[in-house]
């Protein structure tokens, strides 16, 4: 809403435009109650995007310094064949790539298809954890929208039901139902677009940590098969 009104105000400054002299607190208040009923659905949106933005980008923050921090370590472990002390680096850590490199690590006596496989099903585990939540900014993406143009239907009937019931046209009788079509259609659309590039965000960040975990990934599936191909040898 604050978006909302900060439009409406650049909008007052262009010449032959004119509004009533309140102050922003007034216009937010103003406009909160012109939204009529659908400003409940809007605030819940709110509320919810809200909390699943600030809480998914904590989470992905912790996970990406974890990621990192074990990546650094074990990788270091697996270039010199210490695949006992990686073993337990892993399995002391939290982080998503260090549980898809346990399980792989686990079986590294049972040959390269079995740690594919481990690897494969816990991958698939630990990437439904990292996008947590997306469906529900996804969800909002959509819905905010919908709301707006809900209110915005809602709003025209209004209007034409005071028209049909003064059985005349004027002004006043229109203005509280396209006032309210109008404020519900912006409230949706600046609720839909932060939560959309929030969405879009928190997938690139997920893809980067993606990326970082086949890296890492490949470079132990190198590192058993080295090991395997010197025990062959000798």
């Known amino acids: 809403m604050v978006g909302v009104m900060r439009l409406y105000s650049v909008l007052l400054q262009i010449p032959g435009i004119d509004g009533v002299e309140m102050t922003f607190e007034e216009q937010v208040r103003t406009n909160w109650d012109g939204m009529g009923f659908m400003r409940w659905p809007l605030l819940v949106c709110v509320i919810i995007a809200f909390i699943v933005i600030i809480w998914k980008f904590f989470d992905l923050l912790m996970k990406s310094s974890r990621t990192k921090k074990v ?6 472990l697996l270039a010199q064949h210490r695949i006992d002390e990686a073993l337990e680096a892993t399995r002391n850590s939290d982080a998503p790539v260090a549980k898809i490199l346990y399980a792989g690590l ?3 006596e049972e040959g390269t298809e079995r740690v594919m496989k481990a690897i494969e099903n816990q991958g698939l585990i630990e ?5 947590k939540g997306l469906v529900i900014l996804a969800t909002l993406t959509n819905v905010a929208p919908l709301l707006g143009f809900l209110g915005t239907v809602i709003g025209m009937i209004i209007a034409f ?3 049909e019931a003064a059985g005349e046209v004027e002004a006043t009788l229109v203005a509280g139902g396209i006032k309210v079509a109008l404020l519900t259609t912006a409230a949706g ?3 839909a677009i932060p939560v959309s ?4 965000y928190f997938v690139s960040r997920i893809d980067s940590l993606v990326i970082d975990m086949e890296e890492s990934v490949q470079k132990m599936i190198d590192a058993l098969h080295a090991m395997e191909t010197n025990r062959a040898s000798s």
């Open 189 to 191: 659309l600046v609720i």
């Open 106 to 108: 686990d079986r590294h």
């Open 71 to 76: 990546l650094a370590e074990v990788d270091e």
């Open 161 to 163: 039901q005071s028209i």
């Open 197 to 200: 590039i929030s969405h879009n």
């Open 127 to 131: 990437l439904s954890k990292l996008e």
